[in-house]
């Protein structure tokens, strides 16, 4: 339901996505740095890992959780949920002032990225794969570029762009007047992102397709939603 800014926790920071998306930077040499900076900073590391068939054995994924659950330094605040319930996610982003996602690899469309918003807790991420779009710019903070070598840039500078980051991150910090700006922002999503105005897209799609025609009034409805889709994300 409504989210309460009142009721967010300024230091409250939260990563929500796999492993393998951008904890590594985030923790190797993102983390340290802005606890050091902000000492009452704490994280919260929502997720964890799956086995897709019995039997299996850990991959890397898998294997990264589990060293960094059982040796990451406590005196850096760093919380790892593991596999939770959806409700306890919305209570986490709920309180949660900032997303940190740097990123390794290109997005395909983000929807931590999306669910972030709902709860009104603006991203730190790059522009990179489809977070540029997703992350909305006047919701969200971003660096250009991934935070690691890949396959697209391979010639990224690891430790300029961690430094880049955490420069955004203290910033973003630092003027909660803007944050305040960015967090009212995400609520342009509001009637765009739920099941009815997906399905109501996939319809058109699915009649066009069959060469049917929708009602006067559902054209009408899903007209105005590709229109503010197209919009929103460019």
Known sequence: DEIDLSKKDKNHFVYNASVTKGLNPLLQDIWPEIKEQIPEAHLTVIGG???FREGAEPDAQEKDHRKYVETYPKELDVT???VIPQKEIAAILSNASFMLYPTEFPETFGISALEALLYKTPLITSRFGALEETAIDLACYK???ANVPNGLFPNINRQDQAKKFIAQTIAAYHNPYLLQ??????????????????????????YNKLKL??????????????????????
């Open 181 to 206: 700006q960015k967090q009212n922002y995400c609520d342009v999503i509001e009637d765009i992102y739920d099941w009815s105005t997906i399905a109501l897209q996939w319809k058109q799609h699915l």
């Open 143 to 145: 660096i250009n570029y």
């Open 49 to 51: 890992f799956y086995r």
């Open 213 to 234: 025609y929708l009602s006067v009034d559902e054209y009408r409805n899903v007209s105005q939603i590709n229109d503010k889709v197209a919009r929103i994300y460019g």
């Open 80 to 82: 790892f949920t593991g």
